[in-house]
Structures are given as structure tokens and as C-alpha cells.
């Protein structure tokens, strides 16, 4: 069997003798990041592209960020989000460049390798150099507005990056909270390079348990037909981590006028609206990433593989891990990363390479992600669509002439259909090479479809508009990636029949209480407990509990015991039988529902009430007791305390079928469980003549514990109560804070 070759681990300026064994010496504990000087030159550009801003905070922090040009404004959005948090903007950017072990550790080195596989500073510096005029602007722009922050506030210590290039934006340009680079294991590339098989399979039990809460977001556009105002409604829903987006108003005198959620440290609104139409993303569109089974043949020296008939060489390329040391010294790690002409190789399977097939137009991608946001029209937003560059999400789409429309994912490769793309195919045949993307108007889309209404819940497309939905005979199977969910089922369920759609009714079919996927889980559980015989203890024992249950309407609120019950069930469940339904590639909910016997599902409720008895006293304990919302740091990686204030949280998991979904992803240390994905940035948008929205923020707009805006939308957040947008000046003057030039 091949295997790759490595350099030895490095101290820097010094040998290292290799894993286990001591370093002959290391160089002195890094000091914090000191920041070059700023030239004459530099300062008096910033000064005078300050003057041109203005920046005017509402009443809930959000910035509204006015400038004559769209590089200005660009200067203007990216100075706020540093003063709202710095650290994430910072840390986003470290991440993105295949830095992040150089200030958190040796342990963050493969992933730093799975971002420099595909992320190269002299390439983007290149793509940069050769950008047209009017985006280098705004990527000057970008770095202009970041440097002047830390100019003028000396006292903010960046953890690495003390000066931002324009060239960086292009290393973060789409936007999405998953990338699709993310689907490369860190395990299995770890096992591959630095010499530790075992690890893949440590890792496959690693991730027994609970499904992590779905990544994805909801997505809703309803016709004027369907709307008492008769003007198209659009419903924007990410579920992100919190704190992953904060809310931003960006507008120039050049047609800018953009609003919404703002991954920290891009330039460009990312899910959001302006004067005319509006976008909501969903991840979960087709199959655009590939793997690729490479036979590779050793010979003098070098690697090839085969390709038809021949061969095709394999480039080796030395890629230096540099890593932080717990006394602070540096350190490094050179691994030689293999690339053969599909990608790069990530990992090994019975014996052949495996290498990556994805996207990778960083340029082409952030024109897509601007532009954007400042057509006018269903025409103008459909020519920024073909560029094809969003690679990873799909998009729900309305604006004020009346239009909606879905676009399923957007770029598709094209491929020979006799193939199974969901699985690696065979690298040495040329019939599984890409041909070319796939043009628009041959994807799954929608286009004012007769229903009157649109939702993607990152299911599949087939049941998006009821029965205007596009038919999956007519599509290769490649071009969608996932099955129904329970979501989608609720989404069709409260928009199908309705009618006169306002936004505060198109919010509240969002927050529609309904847990589905416990529709065919509690019947199974009622049956096995009245099967059981009169002389079984868990007939006495069991009693009231399931007397709850049956008497539930299958919805959650704050004082709902049958909610807690249910859902300290399905978790009890999925812990259990996760990794059987890991093994058999489907998901655990399903799974849970399928698969499970009588005393599986009776032995998992008697746990469940345990458990509930354990941490809280008894098992009839409110929902609201147990889920809730707390904002008690601004630290990416939040600790929670029971003993600390928090608010109750009536919605639940997306895996439950809650389309306002609230989880927790973090490893759970205390008794109650405490959101951190879910509901972030919502907003719902209505397309008059004059637009008019509405939003919420979890938590609030910075991450300064200190500031006022913290935490100020927790409760109304907590209550799926929204605020109004100010999106006209004269609205944004009546509620205004502070109005100022930045850093001046």
C-alpha cells in the first residue's frame, strides 16, 4: 500500500526529533501580535475615506452605514462590524487562511491543512491583482476599513492578523456557515498525513450520539395573491450559530441599499433585502463536491495516476503547518499534501487515494455575493445567478414587481448520469470527468409558481411549492443532495391552505408550535405501552407520564411537561441507536422511527424520565424550565451556568420538526439545555411600494458584554417577538442613537 511521505515537525529556527520526543530547543514564547506603523500616507487616505461615511446606530446598535460610493460604504459596514466584535471578524479570517493552530494549538493543524489545500496567498494575491477596477475598490476598501479601526483604537489586541490586505477578502467570499470544504474529514486527513490510521476509525465512534443540530435555515415567498396587501412576502430564516451574523444597513448614492445578516468580516450582506427584491439561502442543493478514487503507481520518485490509458502525474506540494506551543513558543509542521488533476488527496480507501473535486472561483464567487445585493429586478438578480459561484446553498427569492422564485443550489456540475455521484467514483475513468456546469435554466427552479407560495427547509426541492413543485423524474438525481425532513412536511402543512398572508402571519406560520416528527413516533409509543400486561410493572409505573403524552397536541410552549417528556425521549433514542443509524446512512430521527422495537422505545422513556428526575426533581417539569436562552459572555466558544440569569424558549430542535429551531450544539455541562444554533438573524420582508420588514437578532447586535446592545433583543428573541426595520433615513432619525464618521 502507498503511503505519503512527511517532513519531520519543526520548532522554528530549531530540528524537532519527532512525535513523543523532546525538542532540542524552541524559540521564545510569541509576543503579542505587534501592529507595522502606519505611513503618512496611509493615515491621511483613511482620514479622508472616514470623512465620506457616516455611520448612524438605531436604537438597537445596528449600523446604518451611509457613503457616497460603494467603496465607502464598504469602508463604513467593515469599521462597524469591528467595533461590534473584532474577534470574530479577526478569527474568521484567521480560520480562513489555515491559521487558526498559530494562536489555538497543535490540535487545530489539519484543519489549517484542509483550508491551505485549497488556500494560497500568492494565488489570491494574484486573482486580486487581476480583479476588475470597481471590485479591487472595494476590497481596498475592506482592508482600508479594518486598519483604520485598529489605527484608531490602539487598545484592541488582535490575537494574529495586525494589518488586513485587500487580497484576504477573497479568502472568505461566500458566506456560507458550513463551506463546502467542511465536508473533508479532519480525522481521515489526519490519519492520511501524519501517519495515525487508527484515527479514522476512532473517529466513526466518536460521533456516536445525538445528530448535531441541522445546519440550514428555512426559507418562505408567498405571492401578492396570497397576501391581504397583494405585494410578495419573503420570509429570510438561517439557522447559524448564534452570534455567527449580525444585522447591517450598507447604502451609497450608487445604488446601493442593501439590509440584513453580515457574515462577520465579509463586505456584502448575505441573507437580506433592499428597496426591490430579496434573497434567503438555504444549504443543501445538489451534489457539487466529488471524491474521487485515485490508482496511484509509484516511479522514480514521483506518483502518477491512471488515467484511460495512461497516466497523469501527481503534483507533491510541501505546505508548513506553523502551530502555537503551550509555553507560547512557535512551531511547525511541513507536510507534503498530494494533488492529483481531480484535487487534492484527502484520504485513503481500500488501498486508492481519495481526492476532493470542489468549486474553487474565490473571485468569480465574491462578484456573485456583491452584485447581488444591488440588482433591481428579477432580470438583474438571474445575470449575478450565472455567474454560478454559490456553491453550497440554494435560494428563495421576491421582490416588489410581484415575483417569486427558487433556485436550487446554483453551481452544478455536469456529469454522466449512470453514475452514482453520492458516492466516490473511479478517478482512472475518464467518463467521470466534469463537463462543464450546468446551465441555469437546466436546474431545479421555480418561477411564480400557480400555488402562490415557495419553502425550503434544506429538503429536497420536490415538495416546494405543493403541486407546482418541480418533479424529480425530470432532474439526474445528482442535482439534490437531500431527503424530505420534518421541517419540510411542517412548512407545507401551514402555507398550502392559507390565505391574506401579512408579516406578522407569515412570522407566526414560521413559529408554528407543531412538533412532526413526533407524529409517528408517539402513536409507536402509546401502542407498546398498552401492550404491555396488566402484571408488567411499567404499567403502574409508566402510567401518568404517558397519560401526558396522550392527552399532548403535539406542540410545544414554556409550561408543556408532554414537551419535555417527548423530547428527553427522542434524545434518549438517538444516544442509544445514533451510531446504527450512522452505520446504515440515515438519519437518527428516521431512524428512531423505523427501526426501533417496542422495548427499545419503552426502555428509552423509562431512561428519559430518570433523567428528567435526576436534574430537575420530577419528570413533570415545563419545557421552559429546561430550554433556554443565555448571552453571558462574548466568547465564541460560550460557557452556560444554570445558576446564572438565562430565558425560557418555547421552540425546539429543527431534528423535532420545529421550524423555528432552537439547539445546542456545544457539549452539554449543565442540567439545563442551553441554545447556541438555531433562530439567529430572522427577518420578514413585505415588498411595497415602499419595503417594509421586520427582524430579530439573537441576543443582540455586539459582543461586548459592556455594551447596552449585548443582549437587549434576549427576551423579545426568547418570545419569537420581532422589532420594526429602520430602513428609510427619516425612520432611522426618529430612533436614532448616535450619528458619527468613523474612528473620527
Same mark, same amino acid.
Given at each position: 500500500?502507498?503511503?505519503?511521505?512527511?517532513?519531520?515537525?519543526?520548532?522554528?529556527?530549531?530540528?524537532? &526529533?519527532?512525535?513523543? +520526543?523532546?525538542? !532540542?530547543? /524552541?524559540?521564545?514564547?510569541?509576543?503579542? =501580535?505587534?501592529? %507595522? $506603523?502606519?505611513?503618512?500616507?496611509?493615515?491621511?487616505?483613511?482620514?479622508?475615506?472616514?470623512?465620506?461615511?457616516?455611520?448612524?446606530?438605531?436604537?438597537?446598535?445596528?449600523?446604518?452605514?451611509?457613503?457616497?460610493?460603494?467603496?465607502?460604504?464598504?469602508?463604513?459596514?467593515?469599521?462597524?462590524?469591528?467595533?461590534?466584535?473584532?474577534?470574530?471578524?479577526?478569527?474568521?479570517?484567521?480560520?480562513?487562511?489555515?491559521?487558526?493552530?498559530?494562536?489555538?494549538?497543535?490540535?487545530?493543524?489539519?484543519?489549517? &491543512?484542509?483550508?491551505? +489545500?485549497?488556500? !494560497?496567498? /500568492?494565488?489570491?494575491?494574484?486573482?486580486? =491583482?487581476?480583479? %476588475? $477596477?470597481?471590485?479591487?475598490?472595494?476590497?481596498?476598501?475592506?482592508?482600508?476599513?479594518?486598519?483604520?479601526?485598529?489605527?484608531?483604537?490602539?487598545?484592541?489586541?488582535?490575537?494574529?492578523?495586525?494589518?488586513?490586505?485587500?487580497?484576504?477578502?477573497?479568502?472568505?467570499?461566500?458566506?456560507?456557515?458550513?463551506?463546502?470544504?467542511?465536508?473533508?474529514?479532519?480525522?481521515?486527513?489526519?490519519?492520511?498525513?501524519?501517519?495515525?490510521?487508527?484515527?479514522?476509525?476512532?473517529?466513526?465512534?466518536?460521533?456516536?450520539?445525538?445528530?448535531?443540530?441541522?445546519?440550514?435555515?428555512?426559507?418562505?415567498?408567498?405571492?401578492? =395573491?396570497?397576501?391581504?396587501?397583494?405585494?410578495?412576502?419573503?420570509?429570510?430564516?438561517?439557522?447559524?450559530?448564534?452570534?455567527?451574523?449580525?444585522?447591517?444597513?450598507?447604502?451609497?448614492?450608487?445604488?446601493?441599499?442593501?439590509?440584513?445578516?453580515?457574515?462577520?468580516?465579509?463586505?456584502?450582506?448575505?441573507?437580506?433585502?433592499?428597496?426591490?427584491?430579496?434573497?434567503?439561502?438555504?444549504?443543501?442543493?445538489?451534489?457539487?463536491?466529488?471524491?474521487?478514487?485515485?490508482?496511484?503507481?509509484?516511479?522514480?520518485?514521483?506518483?502518477?495516476?491512471?488515467?484511460?490509458?495512461?497516466?497523469?502525474?501527481?503534483?507533491?506540494?510541501?505546505?508548513?503547518?506553523?502551530?502555537?506551543?503551550?509555553?507560547?513558543?512557535?512551531?511547525?509542521?511541513?507536510?507534503?499534501?498530494?494533488?492529483?488533476?481531480?484535487?487534492?488527496?484527502?484520504?485513503?480507501?481500500?488501498?486508492?487515494?481519495?481526492?476532493?473535486?470542489?468549486?474553487?472561483?474565490?473571485?468569480?464567487?465574491?462578484?456573485?455575493?456583491?452584485?447581488?445585493?444591488?440588482?433591481?429586478?428579477?432580470?438583474?438578480?438571474?445575470?449575478?445567478?450565472?455567474?454560478?459561484?454559490?456553491?453550497?446553498?440554494?435560494?428563495?427569492?421576491?421582490?416588489?414587481?410581484?415575483?417569486?422564485?427558487?433556485?436550487?443550489?446554483?453551481?452544478?456540475?455536469?456529469?454522466?448520469?449512470?453514475?452514482?455521484?453520492?458516492?466516490?467514483?473511479?478517478?482512472?475513468?475518464?467518463?467521470?470527468?466534469?463537463?462543464?456546469?450546468?446551465?441555469?435554466?437546466?436546474?431545479?427552479?421555480?418561477?411564480?409558481?400557480?400555488?402562490?407560495?415557495?419553502?425550503?427547509?434544506?429538503?429536497?426541492?420536490?415538495?416546494?411549492?405543493?403541486?407546482?413543485?418541480?418533479?424529480?423524474?425530470?432532474?439526474?438525481?445528482?442535482?439534490?443532495?437531500?431527503?424530505?425532513?420534518?421541517?419540510?412536511?411542517?412548512?407545507?402543512?401551514?402555507?398550502?391552505?392559507?390565505?391574506?398572508?401579512?408579516?406578522?402571519?407569515?412570522?407566526?406560520?414560521?413559529?408554528?408550535?407543531?412538533?412532526?416528527?413526533?407524529?409517528?413516533?408517539?402513536?409507536?409509543?402509546?401502542?407498546?405501552?398498552?401492550?404491555?400486561?396488566?402484571?408488567?410493572?411499567?404499567?403502574?409505573?409508566?402510567?401518568?407520564?404517558?397519560?401526558?403524552?396522550?392527552?399532548?397536541?403535539?406542540?410545544?410552549?414554556?409550561?408543556?411537561?408532554?414537551?419535555?417528556?417527548?423530547?428527553?425521549?427522542?434524545?434518549?433514542?438517538?444516544?442509544?441507536?445514533?451510531?446504527?443509524?450512522?452505520?446504515?446512512?440515515?438519519?437518527?430521527?428516521?431512524?428512531?422511527?423505523?427501526?426501533?422495537?417496542?422495548?427499545?422505545?419503552?426502555?428509552?422513556?423509562?431512561?428519559?424520565?430518570?433523567?428528567?428526575?435526576?436534574?430537575?426533581?420530577?419528570?413533570?417539569?415545563?419545557?421552559?424550565?429546561?430550554?433556554?436562552?443565555?448571552?453571558?459572555?462574548?466568547?465564541?466558544?460560550?460557557?452556560?451556568?444554570?445558576?446564572?440569569?438565562?430565558?425560557?424558549?418555547?421552540?425546539?430542535?429543527?431534528?423535532?420538526?420545529?421550524?423555528?429551531?432552537?439547539?445546542?450544539?456545544?457539549?452539554?455541562?449543565?442540567?439545563?439545555?442551553?441554545?447556541?444554533?438555531?433562530?439567529?438573524?430572522?427577518?420578514?420582508?413585505?415588498?411595497?411600494?415602499?419595503?417594509?420588514?421586520?427582524?430579530?437578532?439573537?441576543?443582540?447586535?455586539?459582543?461586548?458584554?459592556?455594551?447596552?446592545?449585548?443582549?437587549?433583543?434576549?427576551?423579545?428573541?426568547?418570545?419569537?417577538?420581532?422589532?420594526?426595520?429602520?430602513?428609510?433615513?427619516?425612520?432611522?432619525?426618529?430612533?436614532?442613537?448616535?450619528?458619527?464618521?468613523?474612528?473620527?
Amino acid at each position: 500500500m502507498l503511503r505519503p511521505r512527511f517532513l519531520a515537525p519543526a520548532v522554528l529556527g530549531c530540528a524537532f &526529533l519527532g512525535a513523543g +520526543l523532546p525538542a !532540542q530547543a /524552541e524559540t521564545p514564547p510569541r509576543e503579542p =501580535a505587534v501592529r %507595522p $506603523a502606519a505611513s503618512g500616507a496611509e493615515v491621511a487616505r483613511w482620514k479622508k475615506a472616514a470623512r465620506q461615511v457616516t455611520i448612524l446606530r438605531d436604537k438597537w446598535g445596528i449600523p446604518h452605514v451611509f457613503g457616497k460610493t460603494d467603496a465607502d460604504a464598504v469602508f463604513g459596514m467593515i469599521y462597524a462590524q469591528a467595533e461590534d466584535d473584532f474577534n470574530r471578524v479577526e478569527l474568521n479570517y484567521i480560520n480562513a487562511m489555515g491559521r487558526l493552530a498559530e494562536v489555538e494549538g497543535e490540535k487545530e493543524i489539519w484543519r489549517d &491543512l484542509r483550508m491551505k +489545500l485549497y488556500i !494560497q496567498p /500568492e494565488a489570491l494575491k494574484a486573482k486580486y =491583482a487581476a480583479s %476588475p $477596477a470597481w471590485l479591487k475598490k472595494l476590497m481596498n476598501s475592506f482592508a482600508d476599513g479594518l486598519n483604520w479601526y485598529l489605527y484608531t483604537h490602539p487598545e484592541v489586541k488582535p490575537r494574529l492578523i495586525t494589518r488586513f490586505e485587500p487580497w484576504m477578502a477573497l479568502s472568505f467570499s461566500e458566506g456560507s456557515i458550513g463551506g463546502d470544504i467542511e465536508s473533508i474529514d479532519l480525522k481521515q486527513l489526519e490519519a492520511f498525513y501524519g501517519k495515525r490510521p487508527q484515527l479514522a476509525a476512532l473517529d466513526a465512534g466518536a460521533k456516536a450520539g445525538f445528530d448535531p443540530e441541522p445546519r440550514g435555515s428555512n426559507g418562505f415567498a408567498i405571492a401578492p =395573491a396570497l397576501t391581504k396587501g397583494g405585494h410578495a412576502l419573503l420570509m429570510i430564516n438561517p439557522h447559524t450559530s448564534f452570534y455567527f451574523r449580525p444585522e447591517v444597513h450598507m447604502v451609497s448614492e450608487e445604488g446601493l441599499n442593501a439590509y440584513g445578516a453580515v457574515t462577520w468580516g465579509q463586505f456584502f450582506i448575505y441573507q437580506g433585502f433592499n428597496d426591490k427584491l430579496g434573497w434567503m439561502h438555504t444549504s443543501g442543493g445538489g451534489d457539487v463536491i466529488d471524491e474521487y478514487l485515485e490508482t496511484v503507481v509509484e516511479r522514480g520518485g514521483s506518483f502518477f495516476t491512471k488515467y484511460g490509458a495512461g497516466e497523469r502525474p501527481v503534483r507533491a506540494t510541501p505546505i508548513t503547518l506553523p502551530y502555537r506551543l503551550p509555553s507560547g513558543a512557535m512551531a511547525s509542521r511541513t507536510v507534503t499534501a498530494y494533488f492529483s488533476h481531480h484535487g487534492p488527496v484527502v484520504r485513503e480507501q481500500d488501498g486508492k487515494w481519495v481526492a476532493v473535486k470542489m468549486m474553487d472561483e474565490p473571485l468569480k464567487a465574491l462578484t456573485q455575493s456583491y452584485t447581488r445585493t444591488k440588482a433591481r429586478d428579477y432580470q438583474s438578480f438571474y445575470k449575478a445567478m450565472e455567474l454560478r459561484t454559490n456553491s453550497s446553498n440554494n435560494t428563495v427569492y421576491a421582490d416588489a414587481q410581484g415575483n417569486i422564485a427558487y433556485f436550487h443550489g446554483n453551481f452544478i456540475p455536469r456529469r454522466d448520469p449512470r453514475f452514482d455521484w453520492s458516492r466516490p467514483v473511479d478517478g482512472s475513468n475518464p467518463a467521470t470527468a466534469w463537463k462543464g456546469l450546468h446551465e441555469i435554466k437546466e436546474t431545479i427552479t421555480l418561477f411564480n409558481p400557480a400555488s402562490g407560495y415557495i419553502s425550503n427547509t434544506n429538503n429536497w426541492p420536490f415538495s416546494s411549492s405543493g403541486a407546482s413543485s418541480p418533479r424529480r423524474a425530470d432532474y439526474p438525481d445528482y442535482m439534490w443532495s437531500l431527503p424530505e425532513n420534518a421541517r419540510g412536511r411542517h412548512a407545507e402543512r401551514v402555507l398550502k391552505d392559507a390565505r391574506d398572508f401579512t408579516i406578522d402571519s407569515l412570522i407566526a406560520a414560521a413559529y408554528d408550535s407543531h412538533l412532526t416528527a413526533f407524529e409517528p413516533l408517539l402513536p409507536q409509543l402509546l401502542r407498546d405501552y398498552d401492550a404491555l400486561p396488566a402484571g408488567d410493572a411499567r404499567k403502574a409505573a409508566l402510567a401518568e407520564p404517558v397519560a401526558a403524552l396522550r392527552a399532548w397536541d403535539l406542540r410545544y410552549a414554556v409550561d408543556s411537561v408532554p414537551t419535555s417528556l417527548a423530547i428527553y425521549w427522542g434524545q434518549e433514542m438517538v444516544a442509544e441507536h445514533g451510531a446504527r443509524a450512522r452505520a446504515q446512512a440515515t438519519s437518527a430521527v428516521d431512524f428512531i422511527t423505523e427501526k426501533l422495537n417496542a422495548e427499545e422505545r419503552l426502555a428509552a422513556f423509562g431512561r428519559a424520565l430518570d433523567k428528567l428526575g435526576r436534574d430537575f426533581g420530577t419528570w413533570r417539569t415545563p419545557w421552559g424550565e429546561i430550554n433556554r436562552f443565555q448571552r453571558i459572555s462574548g466568547e465564541v466558544d460560550q460557557q452556560y451556568d444554570d445558576a446564572k440569569p438565562s430565558y425560557p424558549v418555547a421552540f425546539a430542535s429543527a431534528n423535532w420538526g420545529s421550524l423555528a429551531s432552537f439547539g445546542m450544539v456545544a457539549k452539554q455541562k449543565t442540567k439545563r439545555i442551553y441554545g447556541d444554533r438555531g433562530n439567529s438573524f430572522v427577518a420578514a420582508v413585505e415588498f411595497g411600494p415602499r419595503v417594509r420588514a421586520k427582524s430579530i437578532l439573537a441576543g443582540g447586535q455586539s459582543g461586548d458584554p459592556r455594551s447596552p446592545h449585548f443582549a437587549d433583543q434576549a427576551a423579545m428573541y426568547s418570545r419569537g417577538e420581532f422589532k420594526d426595520v429602520l430602513f428609510y433615513k427619516e425612520d432611522i432619525e426618529k430612533q436614532l442613537e448616535r450619528r458619527y464618521h468613523p474612528g473620527l
